[in-house]
């Protein structure tokens, strides 16, 4: 009797997986993922988009204490109002009516716009309006909204009204638009704005609005607008409309530029950046604008005459505006004037060049890649706007670039830093330059440096009493106390490392950073490898590891989980909530501890799982959060407390379609006798007696993300591991420790042993197995193949292949020079070219090419703003010349990793046709054993399957 049900559960689980079928490459467009989640301030209702790679988002709102649930196609961007009795939301197109506009190159004012959905949350009826730019919704104003018109459909054009129209599949009658005010102006002359109160349906339109904003509490709605120039008696400026009384006030009457808007905390307050020069004036003179209660009109707070602004300075319009806390002070930006264009020079007539001097500070390639970013660089500057005698104070300069407030501009100091100026040139090779603080007195702006030469970052407290900083050059934490000058170490004595642990690049382990600071500056919190920890800033208490060690003699790693990131302190009683990942088997899930508490963090949840998204209710203790592994598709949850769950919505139901995999942690000894672990895809109807091909993946370490779901997915340049696993291949994915000075090697000793190891059983065949890198992965891919004839193919993606050629070419996206990444970073090798000539020709594939006996396939691209694309041309031509066969392909102005999504699903289909081919003996495409000629560009792929070999 036991065969007989042994073997019908075998057969039926044989059938089960029979009526499964592989991954291909048509199911991508469809397979869904989360979006952003929102919760409603009372804990009743959440939001979450369910996203599909390329098609339409659906946005689901679901009463978290009925469960009741409303789904709106195409939604996105869900706010609910403060009281939570509504929600509000943008629409988008059908995806495949913005296709075919593309397709039909339908001009963009023509092109169907966004739509407005709003959700009555107490009847749970939707209201949808047509033709909506932008909406707001104030951050405590009740139910009431604003939003944005995109201008008009021209009349001749205008299509027939929605009723008329056939509905889709999926739509129901909430899908019809309101014909809701739907008017505005001629182009660049602003739309109508549509003020509303949700709860009474009372309407205001505002003709010819540019840009508009709430106060906090929506008592007030600013808003600019430009009326028609044809039109003289048209209002034109800013005008400041009180949604309590009805009341409407000019704030400025001449047409202008006006922006920035910025309400101080009580809302009665307002400035905002305007200018009201000529059109056509290539340098325009921003002046800020200040009005109160009290006032009729804006003032003219700060222009560039006022006292203060030094000479050939002036106010900086694309700074951001703020007050103090207590409004009392504003804080703006300055700039140096800009010099306008000087019309008299000929173009043609004149030489264009970029002259590079050793003294230059950066690389001309950096200063032209920040040429626009640096146009518009403001300088901090504050005045004391109730000040008898005001002027404006410049906070940072030429010389100290950096400065921010402290305790939200309450304190008499700002924190200031600049790169050491004798340290700039010495950043091409050290990737960071040391840097200099100080404190600025933001009623004189006197700076005192506290400071020197620091590699790492400073901040301060939030209430702030003191300046934290971690030394990485030591790797010590240290608070430097304003009010007395008073420098502390915060670890000293203590035997437990602060620094990284795992550091294995030639430069300064970074900390593992900050983790809070209890109110009133009374401690900080900080977090070393494992554990938590809470120092007195002033050194005058002994330090308290407030997880009581359990993370390091676990090898559990606890972090503070936040919910709230608006929250300048953690109360001192208060209950947290500690993120846990167990380092040995990956578990996650949370801890529980009351801070006051002397006893252990206490498990909450612990799983096989990642948990992703937290979202927590302002007004309840509700929570919203994703759960998933690599065999189960993203799932939304809710909890109260995290003891009992909820399930919302689940994504992916087609998987069950598919033949899917499961993820199982790897553990080995190298050689030299290191532990090392990685992971092992295995297909869900693995057969032990059979023998499977395998292909490898790495980059570094990759096995934290061993829980990780894997959606298959044109990707922009890993390897689709879920489509492999699909079709019948082993994936593994090795961690990778390195040796300074032999990156090569390291990759050698750690992936090699890997699948050697895996090698010993007989479902691997240890004849079939490939190998697949992108950058970093893809140099080791390079490096791999010149030392070893096990792989049968191999893929590579923006390869470095000379060491020697690439230690001086740039990264163009930034413009920085590539030498630091091999002194200090990532490639290793912790020595200039001329120190260990030896070491960068022996860790460079491009001189070892004559031992490859591996096909290989390598992708670089002519815009790769990383990796410059004649290392793949090297290593490209230099096997060629050898007679080896090679395959490169160059996606023409794309960039290290692909972005068009066109481009990411054609490289799909090639690395499967490849690794099919060498790994499985299948039919090799055209691309491969002709290849594609010049002249067939755009017109033929390749793709089609030949009798020929490469």
Request: proline share 4%.
């Amino acid at each position: 009797m036991h065969r007989i049900l042994t073997f019908l559960i075998l057969f039926v689980s044989i059938q089960g997986f029979a009526q499964k079928k592989p991954v291909d490459h048509s199911v991508y467009d469809t397979w869904e993922s989360v979006g952003s989640k929102q919760i409603s301030s009372n804990g009743v209702w959440t939001s979450f988009e369910i996203l599909q790679q390329e098609g339409d988002a659906k946005l689901n709102l679901v009463n978290l204490t009925n469960n009741t649930k409303i789904i709106v196609s195409r939604a996105s961007r869900a706010q609910f109002t403060s009281d939570s009795k509504f929600a509000a939301f943008s629409i988008k197109p059908w995806y495949s009516d913005i296709r075919n506009a593309k397709i039909k190159k339908v001009k963009a004012d023509d092109q169907t716009k966004d739509s407005l959905g709003i959700t009555n949350l107490t009847t749970n009826q939707t209201t949808k309006i047509s033709r909506v730019k932008t909406f707001k919704i104030p951050e405590e104003g009740g139910s009431i909204i604003a939003y944005l018109m995109e201008k008009p459909l021209d009349s001749a054009k205008k299509s027939a009204p929605a009723s008329n129209q056939a509905p889709r599949q999926n739509d129901s009658a909430d899908d019809l638009l309101f014909a809701d005010d739907v008017t505005a102006g001629p182009k660049n002359e602003g739309t109508d704005l549509i003020f509303k109160n949700l709860t009474t349906g009372v309407a205001k339109t505002i003709k010819y609005v540019v840009d508009y904003d709430f106060n906090k509490n929506g008592s007030q709605l600013i808003y600019t607008v430009s009326g028609p120039k044809k039109d003289s008696k048209a209002p034109v400026g800013v005008f400041i409309y009180n949604t309590v009384t009805g009341t409407t006030k000019q704030l400025v009457n001449k047409r202008g530029n006006f922006k920035g808007f910025t309400f101080d905390e009580s809302g009665d307050y307002l400035v905002f950046l305007g200018e009201t020069d000529a059109e056509k004036k290539e340098i325009k003179d921003f002046r800020v604008y200040y009005n109160g209660l009290s006032l009729d009109s804006a003032q003219v707070l700060v222009d560039n005459d006022f006292p203060g602004i030094p000479k050939n300075w002036s106010i900086s319009g694309d700074a951001r505006l703020s007050f103090s806390k207590d409004a009392k002070r504003l804080f703006f930006g300055l700039a140096p004037t800009k010099t306008p264009k000087d019309t008299t020079i000929v173009d043609f007539e004149v030489a264009k060049l970029d002259i590079w001097g050793y003294k230059d500070e950066t690389l001309q390639t950096q200063q032209l890649v920040n040429l626009a970013r640096d146009s518009r660089k403001s300088y901090l500057a504050t005045m004391d706007i109730l000040s008898i005698d005001p002027t404006v104070v410049p906070l940072a300069d030429l010389k100290v670039p950096n400065v921010s407030i402290i305790n939200e501009g309450l304190s008499q100091y700002a924190l200031g830093s600049s790169v050491d100026l004798e340290d700039q040139i010495a950043s091409q090779w050290t990737g960071s330059g040391l840097s200099n603080y100080y404190l600025v007195n933001i009623n004189t702006g006197s700076k005192k440096k506290i400071i020197e030469k620091l590699s790492g970052n400073a901040s301060a407290s939030p209430s702030g009493k003191f300046i934290s900083y971690f030394d990485d050059r030591n790797g010590n934490w240290y608070t430097y106390e304003i009010a007395t000058g008073k420098t502390t170490q915060l670890n000293a004595g203590l035997n437990i490392s602060f620094a990284n642990e795992t550091n294995d690049v030639p430069d300064n382990a970074n900390s593992y950073g900050i983790a809070g600071w209890l109110k009133d500056d009374k401690a900080v919190l900080i977090n070393d490898r494992y554990d938590v920890w809470q120092f007195s800033p002033d050194g005058k208490q002994a330090p308290i590891n407030i997880t009581n060690g359990l993370g390091r003699n676990t090898k559990f790693t606890f972090r503070i989980k936040r919910f709230d990131f608006t929250e300048r302190f953690i109360d001192p009683k208060a209950d947290l909530y500690f993120d846990a990942v167990n380092n040995i088997n990956k578990d996650a899930g949370l801890y529980f501890k009351s801070l006051n508490s002397k006893k252990d963090p206490v498990m909450v949840i612990m799983s096989a799982n990642k948990y992703l998204g937290f979202v927590k209710a302002k007004d309840a203790n509700r929570y919203v959060y994703d759960k998933s592994n690599y065999a189960v598709s993203l799932e939304i949850y809710t909890t109260t407390d995290f003891k009992t769950e909820v399930k919302l919505a689940s994504t992916n139901p087609q998987q069950n379609q598919y033949i899917w995999g499961k993820a199982e942690l790897v553990k080995w000894t190298t050689p030299k006798g290191y532990e090392s672990e990685g992971i092992l895809y295995k297909p869900e109807n693995f057969d032990p007696t059979k023998k499977y091909p395998m292909l490898v993946y790495f980059y570094e370490k990759v096995s934290q993300d061993l829980h990780g779901y894997i959606p298959p997915a044109p990707t922009p340049s890993r390897l689709n591991i879920s489509y492999f696993v699909s079709n019948g291949y082993l994936v593994f994915t090795p961690d990778i420790s390195y040796e300074i000075g032999y990156p090569g090697k390291s990759a050698e000793e750690f992936i090699n042993s890997g699948v050697e190891y895996l090698k010993k059983n007989s479902w691997v065949d240890g004849s079939k197995i490939g190998i697949q890198g992108q950058s970093w992965g893809g140099y080791q891919v390079a490096h791999l193949i010149t030392r070893t004839n096990m792989y049968a193919a191999a893929w590579a993606g923006a390869p470095v292949a000379n060491m020697t050629s690439a230690y001086g070419g740039i990264r163009w996206d930034s413009g920085l020079n590539r030498q630091f990444q091999y002194e200090k970073t990532q490639s290793r090798i912790g020595a200039t070219l001329w120190e260990k000539r030896d070491l960068y020709i022996e860790n460079s594939p491009l001189f070892f090419l004559d031992k490859v006996n591996t096909p290989l396939a390598i992708m670089a691209n002519d815009a790769d703003g990383a990796v410059p694309w004649y290392q793949g041309i090297e290593l490209f031509t230099g096997l060629r010349r050898l007679g080896k066969p090679v395959w490169m392909l160059n996606y023409n102005n794309e960039a290290h990793n692909l972005v068009q999504r066109q481009n990411r699903k054609d490289i799909q289909i090639r690395e499967q046709q490849f690794f099919d081919h060498y790994l499985k003996g299948a039919k090799a495409p055209v691309w491969m054993t002709s290849g594609v000629p010049a002249s067939q560009k755009g017109k033929t792929w390749g793709f089609e399957l030949t009798d020929d070999k490469p």
